[in-house]
C-alpha cells in the first residue's frame, strides 16, 4: 500500500486538491442566498396591494408561522456549518493543490 501511495502520490494529491476546490466552490454556491426569490416576493406583495387598493378592499396576505426558537436555532448552525465546511474544503484543496506542485529534490543519500 505504501507502495502504491509513493508511486501515485503527485496524481492523488492533486485529485484530491481538485475534489476538495470543486466541493468549496460548490458547497459556496449552493449555500449563498437567493436574493432575487426574495425580490419577486416583494413585487407579487406590492401588486396584491395595489389590486386590493383598487378593488377598495384590505389585501389578504398569507402569514407564515412564526418558527419556533429550535427550528430556528437549528437553521442558523447549519447555515454556520456550511460556511465552515466550504471554507475548510477550499483551504485543503488550496494546499494539497500546492503541496502537489512544490518540487523535492530525491537526492538523499
Known sequence: MK??????????????GALMLIVGVVAFFWSAPKEGISENEIAA?????MEASVRGGTSTTK????????VEELKNAQEAQ???FTILSMIFGALFLGYSFLSKNDSEI
Open 3 to 16: 507502495e502504491i501511495f509513493q508511486k501515485y502520490k503527485l496524481l492523488i494529491f492533486r485529485s484530491l
Open 63 to 70: 402569514k407564515e408561522p412564526s418558527a419556533s426558537k429550535f
Open 45 to 49: 406583495a406590492n401588486v396584491a396591494r
Open 82 to 84: 456550511i460556511q465552515y
